[in-house]
């Protein structure tokens, strides 16, 4: 299975996908903002990032804009997971880069689907 990287300022957030996808068999590594999973990304290279677009810091739109620009990270899929539901905001996360969006509250099996199409 895959290494994956799941940002969320909200440790219960991310303990609700690092279980749902570790019990997938997937090894799952942990960043609580958007410096963060920049150095994790750097260091541990995760195979794709699970990223939420609201947080404090670095928002998900410009921790993408970063991984698009390094040469070492840009081949990284990385995924919105977001509580933006609005059509609007879905184009805007697709335009930006995002190779899926999905939305809160995430079911484990449309996650593992995602994480499973994009690998």
Do not use: C, W
Not at 14 to 35: F, I, N
């Amino acid at each position: 299975m895959a290494r994956l990287l799941i940002v969320d300022d909200k440790a219960s957030n991310r303990e609700l996908l690092k279980t749902g996808l570790e019990y997938a068999g997937h090894t799952v590594l942990e960043a609580a903002d958007g410096e963060q999973a920049l150095l994790v990304m750097k260091s541990e290279r995760p195979e794709l990032v699970l990223l939420d677009i609201q947080m404090p810091g670095l928002n998900g739109y410009e921790v993408l804009e970063r991984v698009m620009a390094d040469e070492e990270l840009r081949h990284i899929p990385v995924v919105a997971v977001t509580a933006y539901a609005m059509t609007g905001e879905r184009m805007r996360g697709e335009a930006a880069g995002f190779k899926a969006y999905v939305t809160k509250p995430v079911g484990l099996k449309q996650l593992i689907g995602v994480v499973s199409r994009l690998l």
